[in-house]
T-cell receptor, first 112, second 113 residues
Framework: ELKVEQNPLFLSMQEGKNYTIYCNYS?????LYWYRQDPGKSLESLFV?????AVKQEGRLMASLDTKARLSTLHITAAVHDLSATYFC????????????FGSGTQLTVLP | DGGITQSPKYLFRKEGQNVTLSCEQN?????MYWYRQDPGQGLRLIYY???????QKGDIAEGYSVSREKKESFPLTVTSAQKNPTAFYLC????????????FGDGTRLSIL
């Protein structure tokens, strides 16, 4: 059974600071997705990582994938309040009818 | 605009009642999915469908049923056998075998009366 673990589960940070969210998974996969969810809202796709060493950046967020370590990171640079949300990673198992297994989410609060 | 429409936004269920959540997409996606999200938790897969007239159970299918009679539509019925139905339900879709991310609807929040 695939397990996807995120840490930390809760993160409070000051505006302007940097931090990293980690996503570990237990089974070989080379497809990993990051989503953002605002309170009471749906999920918005942020990044699609499809190979070992993949790196994607959008604004103050950068995601990377290390398939050998079964680890993805979401790095936040110079955080701003608008980044406050819950961030989920999800792993896609090839041959599994393209199901996604989600981590528990990291609830990020950026304080002024 | 293309997208996924879920309705209703809020739904209340009485004891012993079945309720149906609607999910419609006009993205021409082959695959559709239903997830359940409990407060402070990640998403858990209930059912998924890769093509019309075919669907498979996910991790928590007990107490739920689905149909896929049309490509655009994937309704979820929460039956009276689901003893703890209070949750946020999200529908998603994706191109059948692509690497593209799943697209999500806005969700339905179901509560017990």
């Amino acid at each position: 059974e695939l397990k996807v673990e995120q840490n930390p589960l809760f993160l409070s940070m000051q505006e302007g600071k940097n931090y990293t969210i980690y996503c570990n998974y237990s089974t070989t996969s080379d497809r990993l997705y990051w989503y953002r969810q605002d309170p009471g809202k749906s999920l918005e796709s942020l990044f699609v990582l499809l190979s070992n060493g993949a790196v994607k950046q959008e604004g103050r967020l950068m995601a990377s994938l290390d398939t050998k370590a079964r680890l993805s990171t979401l790095h936040i640079t110079a955080a701003v309040h608008d980044l406050s949300a819950t961030y989920f990673c999800a792993v896609d198992i090839p041959g599994s009818a393209r199901q996604l297994t989600f981590g528990s989410g990291t609830q990020l609060t950026v304080l002024p | 605009d293309g997208g996924i429409t879920q309705s209703p936004k809020y739904l209340f269920r009485k004891e012993g009642q079945n309720v149906t959540l609607s999910c419609e997409q006009n993205l021409n996606h082959d695959a559709m999915y239903w997830y359940r999200q409990d407060p402070g938790q990640g998403l858990r897969l209930i059912y998924y469908s890769q093509i019309v007239n075919d669907f498979q159970k996910g991790d928590i299918a007990e107490g739920y049923s689905v149909s896929r009679e049309k490509k655009e539509s994937f309704p979820l019925t929460v039956t009276s056998a689901q003893k703890n139905p209070t949750a946020f339900y999200l529908c998603a879709s994706r191109w059948g075998a692509s690497n593209q991310p799943q697209h999500f609807g806005d969700g339905t929040r179901l509560s017990i009366l």
